[in-house]
């Protein structure tokens, strides 16, 4: 909302504060000033002046010289450029000196010789928009009445003298989207006395009834529906003063008739419309949903197709206007309309609103009537109208008006107890500064002794409850002074649930693995799938869809982090960043059954390409398979996982067939690790051996253990034993690990590999590895001969089911 | 005899001085007082000797030995040092070389900002909650006081998945979810951080950021425990000095509501290019708890009252390290995030 400073001046007294200060006293108490504009901002010494006369240049076809009486006591002589000057036209100077909004600065010139003392000004220039301009002026100089008194500073004669307030209002404060509206919180602010406008109508001898008939039909979508009539309306341009304080309100001045029901919206928040009453059916209007398949011409001439939860306005044949959005072109009025029917109604919001959006339709109107306008203001609003329109010489207005109402009209009650207002702010407001308040506010008070009995305009529809009622007192009373206490309540403990400090140990322990962790959207999309390889009747196809993306790249939900973590992989990639390892924590979404929430899957990704940091004493660490998999077993271990085995996985199209695995806990497959297919890496403009893991991080906060505790040391020695030997290629680690296990008996306590070698020396086709047994027993002390019994009995087995040779 | 025995003396003397290391010092040792040594060669000599003489040389061999076996321990105590500290020597290193990279993962800023978060409003005695991300329109509306067509909806372009589930738009949804569950049980005191969405992408705009979501039930909470809460947290977050200012303002699930703002962290509330030479920064939106949003979720507000706020952690992350640009923190540069 724009809020002419000067405008507002009429209705409340503000010769005691700046538009600055006022500014700010208002944003400090709940109606925002978002921005001040000085609308004269940049012009000086600019005055009217009438044009003498005017001679052709000698030297330039295009130049015009014209002598000009500016007040100054003696004629000025100004070259213009400009085609539209006539001798005897007022037209704005600026004198030399003078500055324009552009920043130009006049001075003494020649032009083509001949002296130039100044400069006669376009509307454009001096900072109007050129459309509002009355036809003559536009693309020229800007031709002011002939009656405009010359010498005059132009910003007054322009209403440029004024500072707009521009209002960030909050969706409650719908009743600030009219001049009275916000003159009656302006005094409440102020604590200076409101003056709204006197309206007095000054009716014919005709009677409106016999000349027009309402019926509104659907009444649930429109509650109250004046209607004024006037005859013998002659069009014509509204005033000069009507037409600034649209023009500072940022609305066009159009014609007298139009600028009366915006100006009458802008004073009194009400929209109007006039319809040209000789075009309606019938003389008949009616308030009604539209039928199927019904059309209407609106006035920016298209057709409209209609749906039956549009609210219409119709005559007795068809729609003549879309309620409360757009007016339908048949019934427009025109230069040859003899006489209106004005329309003050009371529309449904939130029909509105979905007509509005449905049709890309927003307009000053219907934005009032989403917000809510004043159901017991439809009348003066009319009436409004119906002064103006005798007042600028438009019409006539015929006696009385037909006012529809489908509900009561009444100031609502509410009861204010002091007590609550304590108890809700913390602090007693005495109670005459609680009256003072809210009368200000222009609401009736009652004093019942503790209890306030407060009538409530029906402008202000934004309060229903005591509550509503405490924060106009608490914000006029100023939140700054409310004082500032602490809950005294019993002591709280905060804590992190399981979850939570599972989820903080995960984060942790990657991080000081060396993985930096990233945050991407939730988005994604089919194509980033296929980039990764996923068939199409995968699970992880299924997505959550979105109705309205922003873009196709974003219209569904992730099912994966790990084309996240390429994308940032790649982003950084061609970025010349070399090494790589990141992870995330973060949601995946599984669609489920129509009409319930999806599943949200908490899931930990990381990705590593390249090598761990350069470093002068040795070779970097490639980051492959076996750096990633011992941070996903640090993780393990930290999370105090037991169960874990990983077992290969060929058939994952989006990673390495040779090269991945699935991570299994006590044999449910909780995630997968490996290497991701070249292709993979390739769609993602990677190249290089880019490896990741994904785990079901949910099921990781589920199998974790965090409980320690403590088993006794050994008190005996153990023995350790290396054994090595040569095995098929083909033989996993885990097989033999097994093996070992399995027979290494209750004195068998660890077994590590500590080397692994296919080359020379060793077969085609096989591999030698070792490792590193330790016995201990909790009672004694191992002998030579029991540990040897039981290594034999490993070798043993380890010969039998994977053929393994012992090397000597 | 005397003379072999002052000769023998003599050179073990030289032949000690002369040893370079231990090893030489050794076959010294060996040369002249080894069981085949020319010290005891001597001795074995006395045979010949008459009886007088015997125990006369026999001493003197004695004290030989005893002298030269005193000048060996010496002799070797010194090489013996001077082995250790040649040996310090060679191993001298560059110290001022690198050490042996240990390379720590670096937690998101946003991680980090939200962490902080959680542990001062834990210290306050807040529970932290959680709640989906895809929410039904009850939770992220309506039981918020924000009906289907409600004007204040257009403050939030949502995403949505179906007519009645979208894309949470704020945390406030945890609100109900929570009480629904603790209701009619006091005090509740819970923040929910998390990933809200909104259909806005722009330079200051990201279809996904975060939020943490705060609100405290019980007896007797007024709006004044609203401020000194929001003081509390302000100070403990951008130092003691910090004040708090409190703006009338519009939220369909408080009444009274209030936005506040921080005194500049940048200017101290001089003014500057930050806070738009207002010398305030806004930061948190908070209110008192509509009655009907209490009454909805099962309390009775005639019972309690309860306030609530919330504030987004893209904000807070910027000012606190003077990110001038929204979209770093979701590009993931990893020459960005290094820096924290």
Known sequence: ?808 | MRDQLAKIKEEAVAALEAARDLEQLNEVRVKFLGKKGLLTGVLRGMGGLSAEERPVIGQLANEVRAYLEEQLETRQESLKSAGKESRLLVETIDVTLPGQPVVLGKMHPLTTVLEEIKDIFMGLGFTIEEGPEVETDYYNFEALNLPKDHPARDMQDSFYITAETLLRTHTSPVQPRTMERLAPRVPVKAIAPGKVYRRDDDATHSPMFHQVEGFIIDKGITFADLKGVLLTFVQQMFGADREIRLRPSFFPFTEPSAEVDVSCIMCNGAGCRVCSQTGWLEILGSGMMHPRVLEMSGYDPKEVTGFAFGMGVERIAMLKYGIDDLRLLFENDLRFLAQF
């Open chain 1, 1 to 808: 909302m724009r809020v002419s400073y000067k405008w507002l001046k009429e209705y409340v007294d503000l010769s005691q504060t700046t538009p600055q200060e006022l500014a700010d006293k208002m944003t400090m108490s709940g109606v925002a000033v978002e921005h001040l504009e000085d609308l004269g901002e940049g012009i000086k010494n600019i005055v009217t002046g009438r044009l003498a006369k005017i001679e052709k240049h000698p030297d330039a076809d295009k130049l015009q010289i014209c002598q000009v009486d500016a007040g100054t006591g003696e004629l000025l002589q100004i070259v213009t450029g400009a085609a539209n000057v006539r001798e005897g036209q007022v037209v704005p100077v600026a004198l030399v000196g003078a500055e324009l909004p552009s920043g130009l600065k006049i001075k003494r010139s020649k032009l083509r010789g001949v002296e130039s003392l100044g400069m006669l000004c376009s509307g454009k220039e001096l900072g109007l928009d050129e459309k509002s301009l009355a036809e003559e002026s536009q693309g020229g100089i800007l031709i002011l009445p002939a009656d405009t008194p010359i010498g005059k500073d132009i910003k007054e004669v322009l209403g440029l003298d004024d500072v707009v307030l521009e209002l960030e209002l909050t969706p409650n404060r719908a009743d600030c989207l009219s001049m009275v509206g916000v003159a009656q919180e302006v005094a409440a602010v102020l604590g200076v006395e409101f003056h709204p406008p006197m309206i007095e109508v000054k009716e014919t001898e005709d009677n409106i009834e016999g000349l027009a008939r309402v019926d509104i039909v659907d009444t649930d979508l429109c509650k109250r529906y004046v209607a004024r009539i006037f005859r013998n309306v002659k069009t014509a341009p509204s005033p000069q003063w009507m037409q600034q304080r649209l023009r500072a309100a940022g609305m066009r001045p159009i014609s007298n008739i139009v600028d009366i029901t915006n100006y009458v919206m802008l004073e009194m928040g009400q929209p109007l419309h006039a319809f040209d009453y000789d075009t309606l059916g019938g003389q008949q209007i009616i308030v009604r949903r539209a039928v199927p398949g019904e059309e209407l011409v609106t006035l920016d001439n298209s057709v409209r197709k209609l749906e039956p939860e549009m609210l219409v306005i119709a005559d007795a044949k068809a729609p003549v206007g879309l309620a409360g959005v757009m007016g339908g072109l048949d019934s427009e009025v025109t230069d040859e309309t003899k006489t209106i029917l004005l329309e003050s109604a009371y529309f449904d919001g939130a029909c509105i609103r979905r007509t509005s959006r449905k049709l890309g339709l927003g307009s000053e109107a219907s934005k009032r009537f989403e917000k809510g306008i004043d159901l017991g203001g439809c009348v003066r609003a009319a009436d409004r109208a119906a002064q103006l329109m005798v007042e600028l010489g438009a019409g006539e207005i015929v006696r009385g008006v037909i006012d529809i109402c489908v509900t009561s009209v009444e100031d609502k009650v509410i009861n204010l107890s002091l007590e609550r207002v304590g108890l809700i702010l913390g602090i007693e407001i005495p109670k005459d500064n609680v009256v003072n308040i809210l009368k200000g506010l222009g609401f009736g008070v009652e004093d019942q002794g503790a209890q306030l009995v407060v009538k409530v305009p029906t402008r202000r529809n934004d309060i229903t409850l005591e509550e509503d009622l405490v924060e106009e007192v608490a914000r006029l009373y100023g939140y700054n002074n409310i004082p500032t206490t602490l809950p005294d309540g019993p002591t709280t403990q905060g804590a992190r649930t399981y979850g939570q400090q599972v989820h903080d140990l995960i984060r942790k322990t990657i991080l000081s693995c060396g993985l930096t962790e990233v945050l991407t959207l939730s988005f994604s999309n089919q194509k980033l799938l296929d980039n990764l390889r996923i068939p199409q009747d995968d699970s992880q196809r299924r997505a959550v869809v979105l109705q309205n993306p922003l873009s196709e790249e974003q219209n569904m939900l992730r099912t994966t982090l790990i084309p996240g973590l390429l994308e940032v992989t790649a982003r950084n990639f061609a970025r010349r960043v070399k090494d790589i390892a990141i992870f995330e924590l973060g949601n995946t979404f599984e669609p489920t059954t129509e009409g319930k929430l999806p599943v949200e899957h908490l899931t930990l990704a990381g990705m590593a390409l390249g090598q761990t940091a350069q470093n002068w004493q040795g070779k970097p660490v490639t980051m492959d398979f076996y750096y990633l998999k011992g941070i996903v077993e640090a993780l393990f271990t930290a999370l105090g996982l037991t169960g874990v085995s990983y077992a290969a996985e060929k058939s994952n199209p989006s990673f390495h067939p040779g090269r991945t695995a699935k991570v299994l806990v006590k044999g449910e497959e909780i995630g997968i690790i490996g290497q991701l297919h070249p292709d993979v890496a390739e769609n993602f403009d990677l190249s290089g051996e880019v490896y990741a893991f994904q785990l079901a991080a949910d099921k990781l906060v589920e199998k974790a253990d965090l409980v320690k505790k403590y088993r006794s040391l050994p008190r005996f020695p153990g023995m350790e034993r290396d054994m090595a030997f040569v095995v098929a290629r083909d033989v996993e680690a885990a097989r033999i690990l097994e093996i070992i296990r399995a027979n290494g008996g209750d004195l068998l306590q660890d077994v590590t590999i500590f080397d692994l070698y296919q080359g020379q020396q060793i077969k085609e086709g096989y591999k030698s590895m070792a490792f590193s047994l330790k016995y201990q027993a909790p009672d004694r002390t191992l002998t030579d001969e029991e540990v040897n019994q039981v290594q034999a009995g490993i070798e043993a087995k380890l010969a039998e089911e994977v053929g393994a040779q012992l090397r000597g």
